[in-house]
């Protein structure tokens, strides 16, 4: 149980780090840089969805 509370965490604070990512890519002019930074939220996003399918797999 102490492996799923961990990816439940885990997961919790990527999904904050995509979300801040995403944010602050909202306040760049530069069109490639924002890009770049809505990219790299997006591989946070699967790999959430790897530690999710990961938890669902422990149970």
Not at 20 to 37: E, K, T, W
Request: aromatic residues 0%; neutral net charge; contains cysteine.
């Amino acid at each position: 149980m102490a492996d799923i509370q961990a990816i439940q965490q885990c997961t919790q604070t990527c999904t904050q780090a995509a979300n801040m990512l995403r944010s602050a890519a909202n306040g760049v002019n530069n069109a490639g840089i924002r890009d770049m930074m809505t990219q790299g939220a997006h591989h946070i996003e699967l790999c959430i969805r790897s530690c999710e399918s990961a938890m669902i797999q422990n149970r």
